[in-house]
Nanobody, 123 residues
Framework: QVRLVESGGGSVEAGGSLRLSCLNS????????MTWYRQAPGKEREFVAI???????KYAESVKGRFSISQDNAKNTAYLQMNSLKPEDTAMYYC?????????????????WGQGTQVTVSS
């Protein structure tokens, strides 16, 4: 069973940094494709970054060069390092998975979301 738990959010001033974590607390012998999304008040949820089991990575244009996604499969944890934060980065940040890789085989899973962690950046 997949259960995603985010942590690491908080309030920072513009230019500051935060590191978000997403722990898959369910028992698993598989690796998962992890995606970070965010949702600001009054806006739709938007893609931020994705990391695959082979560490291939993609970022939204708005965060390229400032955010860095990584994962530690031994700890079942994905990370989002956020530097040079801007007020427009203020949002609830969520991690999600919908694919797993078990013994080299890729499988689609249901969409699993964490509960979110709030990031607030003041100017």
């Amino acid at each position: 069973q997949v259960r995603l738990v985010e942590s690491g959010g908080g309030s920072v001033e513009a230019g500051g940094s935060l590191r978000l974590s997403c722990l898959n607390s369910g028992y698993t012998i598989c690796n998962y494709v992890m995606t970070w999304y965010r949702q600001a008040p009054g806006k739709e949820r938007e893609f931020v970054a994705i990391i695959d089991s082979d560490d291939s990575i993609k970022y939204a244009e708005s965060v390229k060069g400032r955010f860095s996604i990584s994962q530690d499969n031994a700890k079942n944890t994905a990370y989002l390092q956020m530097n040079s934060l801007k007020p427009e980065d203020t949002a609830m940040y969520y991690c999600k998975t919908d694919r797993k890789i078990c013994a080299g085989e890729r499988y689609r899973t249901p969409d699993y979301w964490g509960q979110g962690t709030q990031v607030t950046v003041s100017s």
